[in-house]
């Protein structure tokens, strides 16, 4: 029996096999992270310990059409132990014309992460959404998406079996992982000019997902031990990247939350179907590379300071007018004064999330440990190691969707959207949503408690731990 962990291992590694064949710059980019990871690794012995996980680790993006190609898709990612976690609605997070809402699929276990952290960004078209699709659009938007099949009922049984039972036998194991990377292929398929050009004006990304008969994978997203160097090797090679690093500015701080980068969508031969039922062969530009630094996961509150300094970047900015600095330097300046300098202070103020463990080296001169964090940590009684963000942050993925459009698309903003939020998408796609935050908090709490169970800090359990 071949367990879901290894299915993921497996289907990760064959999409990325083949979107390198699809997409040949992909090849550059994950060449590029592995010579600077190596360095990073040669240099630092904690970027050593993650390497093994680091070196395998993508993110990939999809976009589908209705709720039942999301259901699908669910059941072909809950084949390989990946479940939805996390709520992004991306319509309002830019100006451009980005009509959906999103979740990752993705392990929610730190075993299974470990062993491979494989996750899908996925998003859904809001088709009911008055802003972007008039009444009429919006059927013949949902006819044409019904009459397509992006997963094969073959592909759906064996997932649904693979559920069921936690792993496949070898053969099916090997007809279900053919099947899902088929899935995402990009494809031949003619493309029907007229409509999809109709569905573009309005917004690219609805004609990437309604104006064909097939899914593909949108990017794959390797991580990166450090993405300033990755960004100036990438430019040094020739290759133009976007403008600047969505996320937390560079700083001599702790690294936090997700600092990505893409290079442009680039032209790929397409065919398409003319209004006089001619084939053609022409191009499109939606696919793109991009790459990722990870850091620690914020608690609620440490998210509220990131999402403040955010704000607080985006008016000095503004008001600076443009070229005055980048956004860089401004938001640098803002993390100095406002932001914990150390691992140790984003622990002690409840900002970051940590696993706990009893220091080797604690003390054991008969002295009773202390009953607060900091004092447990300052005395060498406990240790503390970072929890990586697994999720993403809405604001650097509308950054990505809107640097690959070449239109802003068009929105009726009179109009109200229609409302969406985690536990709609969860009754859409007929499973939980699970909420990134208490997946983090879940973790820290259970080793906090075990490691102050074994060193015996009654005091601090009862005020440190939940339960
Ligand atoms: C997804 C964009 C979001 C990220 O890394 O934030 C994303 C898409 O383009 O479909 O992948
Ligand atoms: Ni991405």
């Not at 013949?140 to 073959?154: G, K, Y």
């Not at 969505?246 to 936090?256: E, L």
């Not at 065919?271 to 039922?277: I, K, L, S, Y």
């Not at 000095?316 to 600095?325: D, E, H, K, N, Q």
Request: aromatic residues 8%.
């Amino acid at each position: 029996m071949i367990p879901a962990w290894r299915l993921r291992a497996a289907f990760a590694r064959r999409l990325s096999d083949m979107y390198g064949a699809e997409v040949p710059v992909y090849t550059t980019l994950l060449e590029v992270t592995g010579e600077v990871n190596d360095a990073v690794t040669r240099r630092d012995p904690d970027a050593r310990r993650a390497v093994g996980r680091v070196a395998v680790e993508r993110h990939g993006a999809i976009r589908v059409g209705t709720p039942r190609e999301l259901r699908q898709a669910a059941q072909v990612f809950a084949a390989l132990g990946m479940h939805p976690v996390g709520f992004y609605d991306l319509r309002d997070a830019t100006t451009s014309a980005v009509p959906v809402v999103s979740t990752a699929f993705r392990p929610v276990e730190p075993a299974n992460l470990d062993r491979n952290p494989f996750r899908v960004f996925t998003s859904l078209l809001t088709t009911a959404d008055r802003r972007f699709f008039d009444a009429g659009l919006q059927a013949r938007l949902e006819s044409f998406l019904d009459r397509r099949t992006l997963f094969p009922p073959e592909l759906l049984t064996l997932a649904e079996r693979a559920e069921r039972e936690g792993g496949l036998e070898p053969e099916q194991a090997e007809r279900f992982l053919t099947l899902a990377v088929a899935a995402f292929e990009l494809s031949p398929e003619p493309i029907d000019r007229a409509w999809y050009t109709e569905l573009a004006r309005i917004s690219a990304v609805a004609a990437d997902i309604g104006g064909v008969t097939s899914t593909h994978i949108n990017h794959l997203t390797p991580r990166v031990l450090d993405i300033d160097a990755l960004y100036r090797r990438m430019a040094d090679r020739g290759i133009t990247m976007i403008d600047e690093i969505q996320g937390p500015p560079r700083w001599d701080g702790p690294d936090v939350l997700l600092r990505q980068t893409s290079f442009r969508a680039l032209d790929e031969a397409r065919t398409f179907r003319e209004p006089d039922g001619t084939i053609t062969t022409g191009a499109l530009r939606v696919r793109f590379g991009e790459v990722e630094a990870r850091g620690t996961a914020l608690s609620r509150a440490g998210r509220a300071r990131y999402d403040a300094l955010t704000t607080e970047t985006d008016r000095r900015l503004a008001a600076a007018g443009p070229g005055a600095r980048t956004r860089q330097d401004v938001a640098r300046a803002l993390w100095e004064a406002g932001f914990p300098r150390t691992e140790h202070r984003l622990a002690v103020e409840g900002l970051g999330y940590f696993t706990y463990a009893p220091a080797a080296a604690r003390p054991r001169d008969g002295r009773r440990p202390p009953a607060d964090l900091a004092g447990l940590l300052d005395q060498g009684w406990l240790t503390a190691r970072p929890i990586v963000y697994e999720d993403f942050l809405p604001r650097s993925a509308a950054g990505i969707f809107r640097s690959n459009l070449t239109e802003q698309g068009t929105r009726d903003a009179a109009r109200t959207g229609t409302p969406y939020d985690d536990h709609r998408l969860a009754e859409v796609i007929g499973r939980p949503v699970h909420d990134p935050f208490t997946l983090y908090a879940a973790q820290q709490d259970a080793s906090l408690r075990h490691a102050l169970d074994a060193l015996g800090a009654d005091e601090a359990r009862r005020n440190l731990c939940s339960s």
